[in-house]
């Protein structure tokens, strides 16, 4: 559960609060928008997610590994500045 982490294992920091992350998923062309709670360090950003948080990651890469789309919806379309590197 967020908000039980009392420092921060990256720099040493106590100023560790829960607040909404988001995390993208990229496999190819598709991106898929992830939210959840994390405690996050206020000194360097360290983000520290919950195991089942993890695992829903984890689960999204190999969906979209293999083609499995269903249970996704479209929410508009990603746009990148021309000519960037992909």
């Not at 990229?26 to 360097?44: N, P």
């Amino acid at each position: 559960m967020p908000g039980t982490l009392s420092k921060c294992f990256r720099c040493g920091s106590t100023e560790v609060a829960s607040r909404p992350v988001d995390e993208f998923v990229r496999r190819g062309s598709y991106v898929v928008a992830l939210r959840f709670v994390a405690d996050v360090c206020a000194s360097c950003g360290e983000k520290y997610l919950q195991g089942s948080d993890v695992s829903m990651i984890e689960d999204v890469r190999r969906r979209l590994d293999r083609g499995e789309l269903e249970g996704f919806r479209v929410t508009g379309e990603l746009l990148e500045p021309a000519g960037a590197s992909t």
